[in-house]
């Protein structure tokens, strides 16, 4: 089987080293030969050359953008006229494209097009155009996570899930994200491999570390730093944590908009227990010096991270909404909490005053992780769509 995967961006961060490992995966076990196109050169495009996988660039654009409006009516109106040129802009930029993306995919005989996030809006357009299945992998609740704008209008992006061979949702949250455009998409969930089995043995060997040192109750965060990630709300709970003289610290690693966030930190007074380490390849060293993660997204869509945590044999706290609680089974593998910085700092107190328990559910966690998330899984269960689907055709 040939398949070619689209991708919307070129760093290596959640979508994009969950394609990496979806790609090595299909190709060493099912013997599926990839190519990938990006939008750009960058440490994916790196890493797939490292790993003998053949990419090809294409300056595509994205059909989905963030938009910020402000000011007075007036020029709130020129601001929108503006957006919407570039959208129209972005389209015309992709329609040239195609051809030239089309006569690749043909090049390589591929038989199969996979989209890897609901922003790669050019994909639909290269299926239907080189006349060849498409299989979308949504990985992201794009309005109601990152406040993204559509392009094509929420009637334009439900046309096109609709029109897809097959939607993969990476959780049932996204699944019922989908349908809110598109009722009748053919949807099937395949939660991220987020590590491949041998992976999960290597990390829980490991597991111990952070017991045998004596330090303070070190809470994680991984990952974007973006208002929707809640980080300004796990440091106001840090606070309440503190004056109530219970020692913890927090390490937020990831970057993105810091700033409010570094803001909040010096109005609480918190510059010494809270740690911003910048972008990280790989947070296993941070996840191994911290006793639990917190997880504050309303709208995450998985939560590569949190596996990531799990498989470190880290409890969870993780805000009960979302794609969250699907991973985090409350008082038998983490915690769930409500919303609010109060609500948050009473369960990461919970766990902060008794090491065993946080012990306890970070083991059941590793467990869990191992039996749900491997790489092994998700390939099996993706090759097992793209063959329904080449068998439908």
């Known amino acids: 089987m040939r398949a070619a995967y689209i991708t919307h961006y070129a760093d290596l961060l959640g979508a994009n080293r969950s394609l990496l490992e979806l790609v090595k995966g299909l190709r060493e076990g099912h013997g599926v030969t990839p190519l990938v196109m990006a939008p750009r050169e960058g440490d994916l495009t790196i890493a797939l050359r490292e790993a003998d996988i053949p990419v090809q660039v294409f300056p595509f654009e994205p059909w989905m953008t963030e938009r910020w409006y402000g000011g007075g009516p007036h020029h709130r109106l020129m601001q929108y006229w503006r957006e919407e040129k570039a959208a129209r802009a972005r389209l015309r930029t992709n329609r040239q494209l195609l051809p030239a993306m089309v006569g690749a995919l043909r090049a390589e005989g591929v038989q199969l097009v996979h989209a890897n996030s609901a922003v790669a809006g050019i994909a639909p357009m290269v299926a239907a155009q080189a006349g060849v299945p498409l299989v979308w992998h949504v990985r ?62 290597e990390l829980a060997v490991r597991t111990g570390e952070r017991w045998a040192v004596d330090a303070p109750f070190t809470f994680a965060m991984v990952g974007l730093i973006h208002p929707g990630k809640h980080q300004v709300e796990a440091v106001e709970a840090l606070r309440g944590l503190l004056d109530r003289g219970i020692e913890a610290r927090l390490v937020i690693v990831g970057a993105g908009r810091e700033a409010p966030v570094r803001e909040r930190i010096a109005q609480l007074g918190l510059s010494a227990h809270v740690e911003l380490t910048g972008y990280l390849a790989e947070p296993f060293d941070v996840l191994f010096r911290s006793h639990a993660l917190l997880m504050c997204s309303r709208n995450e869509a998985m939560g590569r991270a949190t596996v990531e945590a799990m498989a470190c044999g880290l409890s969870v706290i993780g805000h009960a909404s979302g794609g969250t609680p699907e991973l985090v089974q409350h008082g038998v593998s983490g915690l769930l909490y409500p919303g609010g910085a109060l609500p948050l700092a009473e369960q990461m107190a919970l766990l902060a005053a008794d090491g065993n328990l946080a012990r306890r559910l970070g083991e059941q966690a590793r467990q869990d992780a191992a039996a749900r998330f491997s790489v092994e899984r998700s390939c099996a269960e993706v090759n097992a769509v793209y063959t329904e689907v080449l068998h439908g055709r």
Do not use: C, W
């Open 140 to 201: 992201e609740m794009p309005e109601q996570h990152y406040g993204m704008h559509l392009d094509a209008g929420r009637r334009g992006y439900g046309d096109a899930l609709t029109k897809a061979d097959r939607v993969i949702a990476i959780s049932h949250a996204v699944e019922a994200d989908v349908r809110r455009y598109a009722p009748k998409a053919r949807v099937r969930v395949v939660y991220n491999g987020v590590l491949a089995a041998h992976r999960f043995a």
